[in-house]
């Protein structure tokens, strides 16, 4: 299924394309190598796209503020001057064009823009929305969101060891974080810690936040990894962090909220990152597939390489139907969790699955660097691991299918 685009959207896709195949493309390799860090082309980004003019706008009030479901990692997106559904269709296309150029890239950008800005901008007292989500919203700053620790992965809440203790009108956070993007270049981290005292918080896992200024707050160096190499990961070292008791997020409410709306948002931006890297897999070996010949004919004639290239296809274009379903209803759908589980789970087996039929496709080639599905491959198993793994969007299907 090809999308039935109008004159406004293919406007949009092709601006967003051209601005990324001119600005970010050329500057893969060295963020790749990290070489360049990606936040310095992620302000130009905001300013050349018009980014910050939404922002603004929202800001205001006079717009909308970011979703809380699918789309809200995107940290909102470009929207202005577009109705309700271009604007839909412009915040899913972004991403997907940015990921098929450097889906590390958007990792990161949707790690500070959404889950830090557009996450504090939803849940966040209005003075912290004006001090800690709008720096990174207009991209002036870069954030972070803590979860994960060594000892707490997939079994992020009950397994967390870190604390926040409520010392008078301060809390002081101990613990640490690990596997966290953009943590060892980010100004601000949104990180979760167990509270002890606070009255109607204790107990609970809470949300704070925390500058990279504050003393006793560290980081560890950029994780050297298997994919995802334009997107700094790192640990966070919290040794008796003292801030301020407005640092909890949103005040304090007794809820699991918090991190159960993040993870909703971060799934639904997940999937948009391996629709991008399937499409442009998709695309490269097809037309790699009607050029290249052997035993005298494209290899795109042979029914073995045909069979590849259709179930590739048949992956992205029910990938397609997944990350564009708003657009296509012309409404925001209300999708419960396992909507979006199974929505995660499926664009993420298949972008590594299209990745890494394209690098067979391309053969020797496509095992070279050069011909950049090998890149995205190796991007496209985070996806399959990050934001929950796989067996944990089955656990969270299961769980409410079941009842
Ligand atoms: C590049 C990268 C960026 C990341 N960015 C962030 C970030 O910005 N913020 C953040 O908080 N985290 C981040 N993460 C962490 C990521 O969310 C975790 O790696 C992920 O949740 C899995 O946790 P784990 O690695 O500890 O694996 P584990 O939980 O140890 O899982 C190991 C294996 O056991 C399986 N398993 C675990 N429990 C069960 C079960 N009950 N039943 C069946 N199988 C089970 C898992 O599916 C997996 O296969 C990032 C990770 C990476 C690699």
């Not at 695309?283 to 073995?304: C, M, N, S, V, W």
């Not at 090998?374 to 929950?388: N, Q, S, V």
Request: hydrophobic content about 40%.
């Amino acid at each position: 299924m090809d999308l039935d685009l109008g004159d406004t959207e293919r406007l949009l896709r092709d601006t967003f394309r051209r601005w990324f195949a001119d600005e970010l493309d050329p500057a893969v390799p060295a963020m790749e190598r990290g070489d360049e860090l990606p936040y310095p082309l992620m302000r130009r980004m905001h300013a050349a796209l018009g980014l910050d003019a939404m922002l603004a706008r929202q800001a205001r009030g006079d717009g909308d503020r970011p979703d809380e479901g699918r789309g809200s990692s995107d940290g909102g997106g470009p929207a202005p001057g577009l109705d309700a559904n271009a604007a839909r269709y412009a915040r899913t296309t972004f991403a997907v064009e940015m990921a098929r150029v450097s889906p590390s890239f958007a990792l990161s950008w949707g790690a500070s823009t959404g889950l830090f800005g557009a996450n504090v901008a939803n849940k966040g007292t209005p003075e912290q929305v004006r001090q800690w989500a709008m720096p990174v919203l207009r991209c002036e700053k870069v954030g972070s969101w803590g979860l994960t620790e060594p000892g707490a992965g997939s079994d992020a809440l009950a397994g967390m060891r870190t604390t926040a203790r409520r010392d008078g009108d301060q809390w002081v956070l101990d613990g640490s974080k690990t596997f966290i993007t953009n943590a060892p270049y980010a100004d601000v981290f949104l990180v979760y810690a167990r509270a002890q005292g606070g009255g109607e918080v204790d107990g609970t896992i809470q949300p704070f936040l925390v500058d990279r200024s504050d003393p006793g707050l560290s980081t560890g160096p950029p994780m050297k990894k298997m994919g995802m190499r334009g997107s700094p990961t790192g640990e966070i070292f919290l040794d008796g962090v003292r801030i301020p008791a407005d640092r909890l997020l949103g005040g304090g409410v007794r809820r699991r909220d918090h991190v159960k709306s993040s993870l909703v948002a971060e799934r639904g931006g997940l999937s948009v990152l391996s629709y991008g890297i399937a499409e442009r897999c998709f695309e490269i070996a097809r037309d790699y597939a009607k050029t290249r010949t052997q035993f005298g004919r494209p290899i795109a004639d042979f029914q073995l390489v045909q069979q590849r290239l259709a179930r590739m296809w048949v992956a992205v274009s029910n990938c397609r139907r997944i990350v564009y379903a708003d657009w296509l209803a012309g409404r925001t759908l209300r999708e419960s969790a396992a909507d979006v589980c199974a929505g995660k789970l499926y664009c993420a087996e298949m972008g590594t699955f299209v990745a890494f039929e394209a690098i067979h496709v391309l053969a020797g080639n496509g095992y070279m660097e050069e011909y950049v599905v090998e890149r995205l491959a190796r991007d496209a198993k985070l996806i399959e691991l990050g934001g929950g793994t796989t067996e944990i969007q089955i656990l969270t299907i299961a769980r409410e299918i079941l009842g």
